[in-house]
């Protein structure tokens, strides 16, 4: 996993000779029955090229770089490793500063049919409510986000699918897409409330719980309290908390301890040592395999590359 916190996609092949249509948005298009697989090219430089479709798409980069307009806002860049989702008849508008024959720029757009949506959140709010009387809905004010290593299985795993020629294509399609959605909407729930603590730390019993994480990240915090304050057993806390946010409590909290040691280990006065207990954790080795295992890289190699200046 990239030192950002973001997992790549697997590049596909590029197209060339006959294979080329165009050198701005060349389409691959792979159709099945409840969605499609669209793979773009770009091999020069462009600006504000239009790119819309009637059907939710969800958006991979896989190669280069853009630049993408949406919802009137500003422009952002839009790299490998990173997801954006765009509702229908909304036009994107794309530049390609870097692109080049030699380094083009290349993404996916999967299409996805309305009804296939609504009969997967019906199926969801009607056999798996949310807590807190919510529903399962796509939020469309989070449409950028960083690829984790469950979403970019999920995605690589569509891709190989999509561009394979197994007879069961279509229903293997169906069931990932299903899960991909599901994930979203996971990663968009923790986000919401991860960002809105405060506010909905009064109505939402995973709000509050996850506030309290946060200001006690550097305590002993222990399941069997945690679960209290959700009003919840221990195991239908845990079996709620990965249903509403696809990460087990557990999970989190050494998510969340491992952000705060590596802004620890920014300041140079703090040693690595420091910045384990300072941050919550009790074993330096189990510090150390767990900053390897989330951000693939040790401590140590994390902080040599702080202070050289080389982490971007």
Same mark, same amino acid.
């Given at each position: 996993?990239?030192?950002?916190?973001?997992?790549?996609?697997?590049?596909?092949?590029?197209?060339?000779?006959?294979?080329?249509?165009?050198?701005?948005?060349?389409?691959?298009?792979?159709?099945?029955?409840?969605?499609?697989? &669209?793979? %773009?090219?770009? =091999?020069?430089?462009? @600006? !504000?090229?239009? #790119?819309?479709?009637?059907?939710?798409? *969800?958006?991979?980069?896989?190669?280069?770089?853009?630049?993408?307009?949406?919802?009137?806002?500003?422009?952002?860049?839009?790299?490998?490793?990173?997801?954006?989702?765009?509702?229908?008849?909304?036009?994107?508008?794309?530049?390609?500063?870097?692109?080049?024959?030699?380094?083009?720029?290349?993404?996916?757009?999967?299409?996805?049919?309305?009804?296939?949506?609504?009969?997967?959140?019906?199926?969801?709010?009607?056999?798996?409510?949310?807590?807190?009387?919510?529903?399962?809905?796509?939020?469309? &004010?989070? %449409?950028?986000? =960083?690829?984790?290593? @469950? !979403?970019?299985? #999920?995605?690589?795993?569509?891709?190989? *699918?999509?561009?394979?020629?197994?007879?069961?294509?279509?229903?293997?399609?169906?069931?990932?897409?299903?899960?991909?959605?599901?994930?979203?909407?996971?990663?968009?729930?923790?986000?919401?409330?991860?960002?809105?603590?405060?506010?909905?730390?009064?109505?939402?019993?995973?709000?509050?719980?996850?506030?309290?994480?946060?200001?006690?990240?550097?305590?002993?915090?222990?399941?069997?309290?945690?679960?209290?304050?959700?009003?919840?057993?221990?195991?239908?806390?845990?079996?709620?908390?990965?249903?509403?946010?696809?990460?087990?409590?557990?999970?989190?909290?050494?998510?969340?301890?491992?952000?705060?040691?590596?802004?620890?280990?920014?300041?140079?006065?703090?040693?690595?040592?420091?910045?384990?207990?300072?941050?919550?954790?009790?074993?330096?080795?189990?510090?150390?395999?767990?900053?390897?295992?989330?951000?693939?890289?040790?401590?140590?190699?994390?902080?040599?590359?702080?202070?050289?200046?080389?982490?971007?």
């Amino acid at each position: 996993m990239a030192m950002n916190n973001k997992t790549l996609l697997s590049p596909l092949s590029l197209s060339h000779g006959k294979e080329l249509n165009t050198l701005v948005e060349n389409r691959r298009a792979y159709t099945m029955n409840h969605c499609e697989l &669209n793979v %773009f090219e770009t =091999f020069e430089r462009s @600006e !504000l090229v239009p #790119l819309t479709f009637s059907d939710l798409v *969800i958006t991979s980069m896989l190669r280069g770089k853009k630049v993408m307009h949406l919802f009137d806002k500003p422009g952002f860049d839009y790299l490998p490793g990173e997801t954006v989702i765009v509702p229908p008849n909304i036009t994107m508008k794309i530049d390609f500063p870097e692109a080049t024959i030699n380094q083009p720029s290349q993404c996916t757009a999967l299409a996805i049919n309305h009804q296939e949506i609504t009969n997967t959140l019906d199926f969801l709010n009607e056999n798996y409510p949310r807590e807190d009387k919510r529903v399962w809905q796509l939020n469309y &004010n989070q %449409f950028h986000f =960083f690829n984790n290593y @469950e !979403l970019a299985q #999920l995605i690589n795993k569509l891709i190989r *699918i999509s561009t394979g020629d197994a007879l069961t294509k279509d229903v293997l399609a169906n069931l990932t897409l299903k899960e991909l959605l599901i994930r979203i909407m996971q990663m968009q729930n923790i986000n919401e409330i991860s960002d809105n603590l405060h506010e909905l730390s009064s109505s939402s019993r995973f709000a509050y719980v996850l506030e309290y994480i946060r200001v006690h990240l550097s305590d002993k915090l222990n399941i069997d309290a945690l679960s209290q304050m959700a009003f919840m057993s221990k195991a239908s806390f845990f079996r709620a908390f990965r249903h509403e946010l696809g990460i087990s409590p557990v999970d989190y909290i050494i998510k969340e301890r491992l952000q705060l040691a590596k802004q620890l280990m920014n300041n140079p006065h703090n040693s690595i040592s420091e910045a384990c207990f300072k941050a919550g954790f009790n074993n330096l080795n189990y510090f150390s395999r767990a900053f390897k295992k989330i951000e693939g890289i040790t401590p140590s190699y994390y902080k040599a590359k702080l202070r050289d200046g080389h982490l971007n």
